[in-house]
């Protein structure tokens, strides 16, 4: 117990002060490095400042001096058991991070494919069943018109219809893409039910766009129409998925004993690869739906879109597959 | 999620000490958001106006341009600023909030993202009524993305000593004549005890005279009722005087 508060203050300030100092210096200068006796001053500094907290529990009419101490000790607690090394954004080590984090969660991007393929089935067979179910399963304007309406329209366009509109047209594609992929990875704290049900949807649209157009024969424009930035864009969405099923593995943690505080913590730095990843894809992706997609034979052979679009998916393939392997 | 929302969260050291943050209220994270709402539009507003007056790109480029970078402010504005700033942003800078790491670490930029991007599901469907409804509910008032990201919203402890000379002016204290009874005053009187007793000299003028005088009997009676002075240490000494030595010994000595 202290019984000379004052005393007991104007001891132990000095070490207070000193400790304040060393803290502040290493927040703003988070990349400083302390030599070996400037290692062993922090930790008894921060012993001490501890003690004396420990101390002034027996002394609680001090709720200011209390507070100043709990402050110190907090700061200094952080510098002292943080393991995590600091951040350094260095450009090579933030690219690799992407594939590296998609590999580790392969199973995750599974069963984001696995979603996604069950939807298409089901937009496949629900079209091919009854093909009045079309303005149900796709609600947008550009889809409900028939698929030989909109290949003679496309083909046979005298100008450039996105003439004057195709950055802004690209814009909005990036920021719309890249919102529904955020949401795909953020609906995992849903334990995975949002997650999987954007996905499952996403799946119909592309069964039933799929199954609409194959079905009225035109299967080359649906592919050299899609396949360019959809290359891309599915994917990215998929990692999305990938993204919040792991998310949603983390809070649900089935056969582990890990805290799910813990298992958050462990997974936060392949979330943030996997959606920095999915984001940089999918500029691509907007830029290329609004400059090379939407453009038809006989402006853009369809053969060279499609060898365009399979060129890179070929190449995000082995990127994911083989990029940073040690 | 559990019910049984706390006010503070307490981490215990190693070393066996225990720390606490104050946790911020949903109304101030609230406020702190509308301010950052209102940082956002602005610079938003301000870049399109740049835009627009720099004549620089064409009508399609500069929609492009406005587009893109309104998303990005609105996406990248928390991510920056809660990484330059040890997590605060203009709102919680101003409001006195900070974002921490739930076991009291270094706030990593993989949290900070984390918890920004998740922003798309706490502010659905509007308003943020997802993200405000799991803070009510969470036991360390904490969003989605609080949660996903092992984060925590504290308020910043700016201590303050009282203000003695404004509640206790310097004047002869009978009680410091006993400094083993005083130190032992010092030691019982709780904080919420000393903190009321605060308020109330503080707030004396504002108060009734009937109720002043029975706030003041009834803290000195409780005060009393802790140590027990020699009479001749407590006499010709108001209530009110006797709190003011109080306050006197606990904060002085």
């Known amino acids: 117990m202290i019984i000379d508060l004052p005393r007991f203050v104007a001891a132990e300030r000095t070490y207070w002060d000193e400790l304040a100092l060393l803290l502040a210096r290493l927040e703003t200068e988070p990349e400083a490095r302390l030599s070996l006796p400037e290692i062993q001053r922090l930790h008894y ?35 002292i058991h943080e393991t995590r090394a600091p951040v350094k954004l260095r450009w090579k080590s933030v690219v690799l991070a992407f594939p590296r984090a998609f590999r580790r969660h392969q199973g995750a991007f599974r069963l984001s494919l696995g979603v996604t393929l069950l939807g298409c089935a089901f937009g496949w067979f629900a079209l091919r069943m009854d093909p009045h179910v079309k303005t149900v399963l796709m609600p947008f304007p550009g889809l409900n018109s028939s698929p030989a309406e909109r290949v003679a329209k496309e083909e046979g366009a005298k100008t450039d219809r996105l003439r004057g509109e195709k950055a802004s047209f690209s814009a909005e594609l990036m920021t719309h893409n890249i919102h529904v992929t955020v949401l795909t990875l953020a609906f995992g704290m849903t334990w995975g039910v949002g997650t999987l049900i954007l996905l499952f949807y996403n799946g119909v649209i592309l069964g039933a766009v799929a199954a609409d157009y194959i079905g009225a024969g035109f299967g080359t424009f649906l592919t050299a129409w899609l396949l360019p930035h959809g290359s891309i864009e599915i994917p990215a969405i998929l990692l999305g998925g990938q993204g919040g099923f792991i998310l949603a593995g983390a809070l649900i943690g089935w056969g582990g004993r890990t805290p799910r505080t813990e298992r958050l913590r462990a997974i936060g730095p392949d979330l943030f690869a996997i959606i920095a990843g999915a984001a940089a894809l999918l500029v691509w992706a907007g830029i290329v739906e609004a400059f090379v997609s939407q453009y038809h034979q006989p402006v853009l052979p369809y053969s060279l879109k499609i060898a365009f679009g399979a060129c890179e998916l070929a190449a995000l393939t082995a990127f994911l597959a083989w990029a940073g392997r040690e | 999620m ?136 969470s036991r360390n008032a ?54 009321i007793a605060i308020q109330a000299v503080t707030l004396r003028d504002g108060y009734d005279p009937i109720a002043r005088i029975e706030l003041f009997a009834e803290l000195a009676a409780h005060f009393r009722s802790l140590v027990e002075f020699p009479e001749q240490a407590l006499e010709g000494v108001t209530d009110e005087q006797y709190v003011r030595s109080v306050l006197r010994v606990i904060y002085t000595g």
Request: net charge positive; aromatic share 8%; glycine share 4%.
């Open chain 2, 2 to 137: 559990k019910a049984a929302r706390q006010s503070r969260l307490s981490i215990e050291t190693p070393e066996g000490v225990v720390f606490s943050f104050e946790l911020a209220t949903p109304v101030s994270r609230a406020l702190a958001w509308a301010i950052d709402a209102a940082a956002i539009v602005t610079a938003c507003s301000v870049v399109g106006q740049v835009c627009a007056a720099a004549n620089l790109f064409s009508r399609d480029v500069a929609t492009a341009v406005t587009t893109v970078l309104y998303f990005v402010i609105s996406v990248v504005y928390g991510i920056l600023l809660e990484w330059r700033w040890r997590g605060q942003t203009i709102g919680k800078r101003i409001l006195g909030l900070r974002v921490l790491d739930i076991h009291g670490m270094r706030l990593q930029l993989s949290q900070i993202v984390l918890r920004n991007l998740l922003r798309f599901v706490d502010t659905l469907p509007a308003l943020y009524l997802v993200g405000g409804i799991a803070c009510l509910f």
């Open chain 1, 45 to 79: 500094l921060y012993e001490r400042s501890s003690a004396d907290l420990a101390r002034l529990d027996t002394f609680s009419t001090e709720p200011n001096l209390r507070a100043f101490l709990e402050s110190l000790v907090a700061r200094a607690y952080t510098e």
């Open chain 2, 142 to 195: 904490q969003r989605l993305g609080d949660l996903a990201a092992n984060t925590i919203v504290a308020r910043e402890r700016k201590p303050a000593e009282p203000d003695l000379d404004e509640i206790a002016p310097a004047k002869y204290n009978s009680l410091l004549a006993y400094p083993h009874l005083a130190a032992r005053l010092r030691s019982l009187v709780t904080p919420e005890a000393a903190a």
